[in-house]
C-alpha cells in the first residue's frame, strides 16, 4: 500500500531526501548547544574566565544560526516534498478516474470519489510531511539525548531505561484505542458529502416542497456523529499530555535528587546537570512528538486504503490488443446480449437481445419505465459490457475498437443533460475542439437552438453558469443536440432528449435530422408516441426483452403493448 502511494513522489524525490538530511544537521546543532552550555557555566562563568565566555558565546550563537538556518531550509523541502506529493497523488486519482466505466463508478459514490480526492489526500500529505521532518528529527533527538545522558551520567540515564518503555507502550495502548474511531470518522465524512452534494445539487426541489429544516436535520445527524467521534477520539488522545507531563516531572524530580547527591560527592558538575535537564527535556518531548507521528500515522491509514483502493480499481472496460481506429459505418447488430448489473444471471437487465440496424435507420425505442431501453443503447459506446453476446457497430465487435474511436463515433444526448460553466461556444465545442462558428450555428440550426442564441445579448459567447441555471430545461436539451451534431458521429443516441420540447419543437428536430444527416443512424429512446411515429422502425422492450421490433404502422396492428401506450396518450386512459 505505501509502496503505491510514494510512486507518486516521483520529481519530489530530492526535496523528500534532503528534508531528512537537513534536519539531522538541525539536530547535531541543537545537541552541542547543552554541551556548550554546560562548558559556559563550568569553564567560564564559575571561573570568571572572560575568555572562555566569549569564545564559548560564539559557538552558542554560531551552532544557534546553523540549527536556524538547517530548520528553515528542512521545512522549505518538507513543504515542497509533501505539497508536490498531493499534488501528483490527486493527479493520479484523478486521472485514474476519467479511465473508470460507469461499472466502476457505481461501485463508489459520488461523494465518497471527492472524500478521497480532498480529505484523504490532505491526511495522506500531512502524514508524509510530519514522516519526512518529525519523523526524522524525533529519533535522531531522542538517541543522540538518551547516548549524551548516558555519556555525563551513567546513573542518571537508567532513570530514562525505565520511564521511556513504561511510557511508550502506554502511547501505543492509546493509539490502539482511538484507532477504530478514526477509521468511522472518514466513512461518515462520505455521507456528509452525500448530504450535502444531494441538497445543493437539489436545492430547487427542497425550496419547492419547503423541506429546508428535514434537510438541515439530515446534516445536523451526520454532522453531529462526525463531531462525537471526534470528541471520543481526541479526549483519549489528550491523555497523551498527562502521561507525559507525568513523565518529565517524575524524570525531574529523580535528576535533581541525584544529580545534587552527585555534585555533593564531586561527580557532577552544575553544567552537566543543566545540561542534562536539557537533554532530558528532548528525550521526553521526542517521545511526545513519536507518539503524536504514531497517531497521525494511524488517522491517515484508513486515508492510505481508501486512496489506493481507487488507484488499484482497474477499469473493467479497456483497449483491447486488436483494435480499429475508424468506424465505418452506423450499422448495428446486437447477437444473443444478455446483461446484468450486479453480473447475476437471475437479475437481467436485458436478456437474450438481438437485433439488427442498417446504417441510417431511425430506430425508435419504447417501454415502460425500468423496462432496459437506456441499458441497452449504453452498450454501444461500451459504457458497459454486456455478460454474454456481441454487440457490433460497423460489423466489428465493439470490444475490437478503440474506446476513443468507438466514443467518437456515437453521440449520445440524455434527458438529463450537463452543461459546463463558460460559454455556449466553449460547450458546443465538446462536440467538435476545431469547429468553426459557422460549424457551430449550422448545428445549432439543426437542433432549433438558434431561435434563442439569437436573443442572447453575447450570442455564442453568452455565459452559461455553473449548473446551467440561467438556460431553461428545453434550451439545455436543444443545446446538447447541437453539441451532440458537431461531433459527426456515425450513431446518434436520444434517450428521452426532446422531453423539455414542445412537441412542434420535437418534430422540427426531428425533421432536421432526417433529412440533413440521412447517413447517421438515429435511436430515439420516448416516452412519447409522437417522437417516434416516423421512425423506420420501432422497438418495444419489456422487462429487459424485445417484445416486437417493427414500422410503427405494422406495430399499431400487431403489437399490444404499443397500441396502449398510443391509445393512452392520443385518447386519454379511461
Same mark, same amino acid.
Given at each position: ?16 531526501? !534532503? ?6 544537521? @538541525? ?5 552541542? /548547544?547543552?554541551? !556548550? ?8 562563568? =564559575? ?69 478521497? !480526492? ?15 521532518? #518529525? ?10 539525548? !538518551?547516548?549524551?545522558?548516558? +555519556? ?13 518503555? #513504561? ?9 490502539? +484505542? ?9 466513512? &461518515? ?8 452534494? =444531494?441538497?445543493? %445539487? ?66 557532577? &558538575? ?46 473493467? /472496460? ?44 431511425? +430506430? %425508435?425505442? $419504447? ?26 457497430? %460497423? ?28 460559454? $455556449? ?27 434563442? #442564441? ?12 455553473? %449548473?446551467? &441555471? ?10 446538447? +443536440? ?9 450513431? #446518434?443516441?436520444?434517450?428521452?432528449? &426532446? ?41 418495444? $422492450?419489456? @422487462? ?31
Amino acid at each position: 500500500m505505501i509502496k503505491k502511494i510514494l510512486k507518486s513522489v516521483r520529481e519530489y524525490k530530492k526535496e523528500s531526501i !534532503l528534508t531528512p538530511v537537513f534536519m539531522l544537521g @538541525e539536530v547535531l546543532m541543537e545537541v552541542l /548547544i547543552p554541551i !556548550l552550555m554546560a562548558k559556559l557555566l563550568d569553564n567560564g562563568i =564559575e571561573t570568571g574566565d572572560l575568555n572562555n565566555i566569549i569564545t564559548i558565546g560564539i559557538l552558542l550563537v554560531i551552532c544557534a544560526l546553523f540549527s536556524l538556518c538547517f530548520g528553515m531550509i528542512a521545512g522549505r523541502f518538507a513543504s515542497i516534498a509533501s505539497n508536490g506529493f498531493a499534488k501528483n497523488l490527486r493527479h493520479d486519482l484523478y486521472y485514474k478516474v476519467q479511465d473508470y466505466s460507469f461499472k466502476n463508478i457505481d461501485k463508489y459514490s459520488t461523494s465518497s470519489i471527492i472524500t478521497r !480526492l480532498t480529505t484523504d489526500v490532505t491526511n495522506v500529505q500531512n502524514s508524509y510531511q510530519m514522516i519526512i521532518r #518529525i519523523a526524522v528529527r524525533a529519533p535522531l533527538m531522542f538517541i543522540f539525548s !538518551l547516548l549524551m545522558v548516558f +555519556i555525563i551520567n551513567k546513573k542518571i540515564s537508567l532513570i530514562f531505561f525505565i520511564v521511556v518503555p #513504561i511510557v511508550f507502550a502506554l502511547l501505543i495502548i492509546i493509539v490502539r +484505542i482511538v484507532h477504530p474511531y478514526f477509521e468511522k470518522v472518514f466513512k &461518515t465524512y462520505d455521507e456528509l458529502n452525500n448530504v450535502v452534494k =444531494e441538497n445543493v %445539487g437539489g436545492i430547487r426541489v427542497v425550496k419547492s416542497y419547503v423541506r429546508e429544516e428535514h434537510e438541515i436535520e439530515k446534516f445536523d445527524i451526520v454532522s453531529e456523529k462526525i463531531y462525537k467521534l471526534f470528541t471520543k477520539a481526541e479526549k483519549i488522545v489528550a491523555s497523551n499530555s498527562a502521561i507525559m507531563d507525568f513523565a518529565l516531572y517524575f524524570s525531574v524530580i529523580l535528576i535533581c535528587y541525584i544529580g545534587a547527591k552527585s555534585i555533593v560527592a564531586g561527580n557532577l &558538575t552544575t553544567g552537566q546537570l543543566a545540561s542534562l535537564f536539557t537533554y532530558s527535556m528532548g528525550i521526553l518531548s521526542s517521545l511526545m512528538m513519536l507518539s503524536m507521528i504514531y497517531v497521525m500515522i494511524i488517522i491517515s491509514l484508513p486515508s492510505m486504503k481508501r486512496v489506493v483502493e481507487l488507484l488499484d480499481e482497474e477499469p473493467d /472496460i479497456k483497449d483491447s490488443d486488436c483494435v480499429f481506429d475508424h468506424v465505418p459505418n452506423g450499422d448495428i447488430e446486437f447477437k444473443n446480449v444478455d446483461f446484468s448489473y450486479s453480473d447475476d444471471e437471475s437479475k437481467l437487465a436485458l436478456d437474450n437481445i438481438n437485433l439488427n440496424i442498417k446504417s441510417g435507420e431511425t +430506430i %425508435g425505442i $419504447i417501454g415502460a419505465t425500468g423496462s432496459g431501453k437506456s441499458t441497452l443503447v449504453n452498450l454501444l459506446p461500451r459504457l458497459y459490457d454486456p455478460m454474454k453476446g456481441e454487440v457490433l457497430v %460497423g460489423g466489428i465487435n465493439v470490444k475490437d475498437y478503440r474506446l476513443y474511436a468507438l466514443r467518437d463515433a456515437v453521440s449520445m444526448v440524455l434527458q438529463k443533460n450537463v452543461l459546463f460553466s463558460g460559454t $455556449i461556444r466553449d460547450n458546443l465545442k465538446w462536440g467538435d475542439a476545431k469547429a468553426t462558428d459557422e460549424e457551430i450555428m449550422v448545428a445549432c440550426n439543426l437542433a432549433c437552438a438558434t431561435e434563442f #442564441i439569437s436573443k442572447f445579448e453575447n450570442g455564442l459567447d453568452y455565459y452559461i453558469e455553473q %449548473g446551467a &441555471t440561467n438556460v431553461s430545461g428545453g434550451q439545455k436539451q436543444r443545446l446538447a +443536440i447541437a453539441r451532440a451534431l458537431l461531433k459527426k458521429p456515425k450513431i #446518434i443516441i436520444f434517450d428521452d432528449s &426532446t422531453s423539455a420540447c414542445d412537441t412542434m419543437t420535437d418534430a422540427k428536430i426531428r425533421n432536421n435530422l432526417k433529412e440533413f444527416m440521412p447517413e447517421v443512424t438515429k435511436i430515439v429512446i420516448a416516452q412519447r408516441i409522437s417522437s417516434v411515429e416516423d421512425a423506420d422502425r420501432v422497438i418495444v $422492450i419489456d @422487462e429487459g426483452k424485445i417484445v416486437d421490433f417493427d414500422t410503427p404502422k405494422n406495430l399499431m396492428k400487431t403489437s399490444k403493448i404499443y397500441r396502449e401506450i398510443n391509445d393512452s396518450q392520443k385518447k386519454g386512459v379511461k
